[in-house]
């Protein structure tokens, strides 16, 4: 996380100085906040239908912002304008957000953030062709780090003796070592697939991150 957030910091770093707005820095600081709750509670739901979860979310931001725009007198956009920013919606809102709900339910919040935290490394690899930016050597030092920490987190092995508590739940699951229940005549056929089921407690010790059957607290 360290060695992610510092390469985000140096990839956006402009030496050249200039004025800092404390109110905008204190806007984006709530901004990253509230994202970070918003992560977390989508966590919670990451068990669900990533596409339903993801329906919502969209149709309340949507409207919510759609809302402001008219409420702070701004006009509605031409068709064309429209069909962009709708295809921009479907691709980088819809479907960005049914993958990292996909990714907050195998990885957890806290991991999914360290790696969606590489973006930045991803944009400024394509403004070179997109918009003929040239790379300055703090960017290089900035790609570096983003590297490391990405690759720190894809090496981790974090493996301990662990209890599960009994649990019923319904998710999409194939039948793995956290997965060893009956099925009854109205239970879908094949795997994956989803069903309410039962888990019965279970201890036992295995590398693991923290998704729907890792929640537990470690000691100190």
């Known amino acids: 996380l360290a060695l992610v957030l510092a390469g985000a910091a140096v990839l956006t770093l402009d030496p050249t100085g200039g004025a800092t707005d404390p109110l905008g820095v204190l806007a984006v600081a709530g901004a990253c906040l509230l994202w970070a709750a918003d992560n977390n509670l989508t966590q919670r739901l990451s068990g669900k239908d990533p596409v339903a979860v993801t329906r919502v979310k969209c149709l309340v931001a949507g409207a919510t912002n759609l809302g402001l725009a008219i409420a702070l007198g701004h006009a509605l956009p031409g068709a064309g304008a429209a069909a962009a920013a709708a295809v921009v919606g479907l691709l980088a809102y819809g479907v960005g957000l049914v993958l990292a709900t996909l990714a907050m339910r195998a ?9 969606f935290a590489s973006a930045p490394f991803v944009g400024a690899l394509a403004s070179v062709p997109l918009l003929g930016e040239t790379p300055r050597p703090l960017d290089a030092v900035g790609m570096v780090l983003l ?48 069903h309410p089921h039962h888990h019965a407690p279970l201890v036992h010790a295995h590398p693991h991150v923290s998704d729907a059957h890792h929640r537990h607290d470690h000691p100190a």
């Open 147 to 194: 590297a490391a920490g990405v690759a720190v987190l894809l090496r981790e092995a974090h493996d301990h003796e662990h209890a599960h508590a009994a649990l019923e739940h319904d998710h999409r699951h194939v039948h793995d070592a956290h997965h060893r229940h009956p099925h009854g005549p109205d239970d879908p056929p094949g795997e994956p697939h989803a």
């Open 107 to 115: 990885l957890g919040a806290a991991r999914h953030a360290v790696f």
